[in-house]
């Protein structure tokens, strides 16, 4: 992995497959936990399919541009910095409620260190606390958003390489 990383012109990140994580994880949180009706699982499976949208047609310039041989290092640069920045940003700097340690929205563990996927959410969701599994959904939208604007931003980025008009 780390040659893989350490030789792409723009990191190889999979954010289509990212969003198909995401939207499963709120899947099997509703199967286990009956959370439609309770948070907007609505709103959120559609911000997880926007994002996975922009994943998809953020890998389709990446890869024009790649194959066409029109990116230049200032682009590739910016492009993976923007890259870089979507993992930030699922890190919420108030942390999970009641283990302000873990920040990472998307992925934890359990008191037990088994793995946990949506930590805030389902936590929330498993104690019956609906209130804070409100608050933690609207934590989860607003991530999803401000990655979905960062993938559509590093597409702007290529596709004006590319001379390609911006959407």
Same mark, same amino acid.
């Given at each position: 992995m780390a040659l893989r990383l350490a030789n792409a012109e723009i990191f190889p990140f999979d954010f289509e497959s990212y969003g198909v994580n995401i939207r499963q994880f709120l899947e099997d949180l509703d199967a286990a936990n009956h959370v439609?009706?309770?948070?907007?699982?609505?709103?959120?499976?559609?911000?997880?399919?926007?994002?996975?949208a922009a994943g998809r047609e953020l890998h389709q310039s990446i890869s024009a541009a790649v194959a066409g041989g029109h990116l230049d290092a200032p682009t590739a640069e910016r492009v993976s910095h923007e890259l870089m920045q979507v993992e930030r940003n699922w890190c919420n700097p108030q942390g999970i409620p009641g283990r302000p340690w873990f920040k990472h929205t998307i992925y934890g563990t359990r008191s037990t260190y088994a793995h946990l996927e949506l930590p805030g959410l389902a936590e929330a969701a498993e104690a019956g606390d609906w209130k804070r599994a409100a608050e933690? $959904? &609207?934590?989860?939208?607003?991530?999803?958003?401000?990655?979905? /604007?960062?993938?559509?931003? $590093? &597409?702007?980025?290529?596709?004006?390489?590319?001379?390609?008009? /911006?959407?």
């Open positions: 439609s009706g309770k948070i907007p699982m609505a709103t959120l499976l559609g911000k997880t399919f926007d994002f996975q933690q $959904a &609207k934590i989860l939208e607003g991530e999803l958003v401000k990655n979905t /604007k960062v993938l559509r931003k $590093a &597409k702007v980025a290529l596709d004006s390489s590319m001379g390609q008009p /911006k959407p």
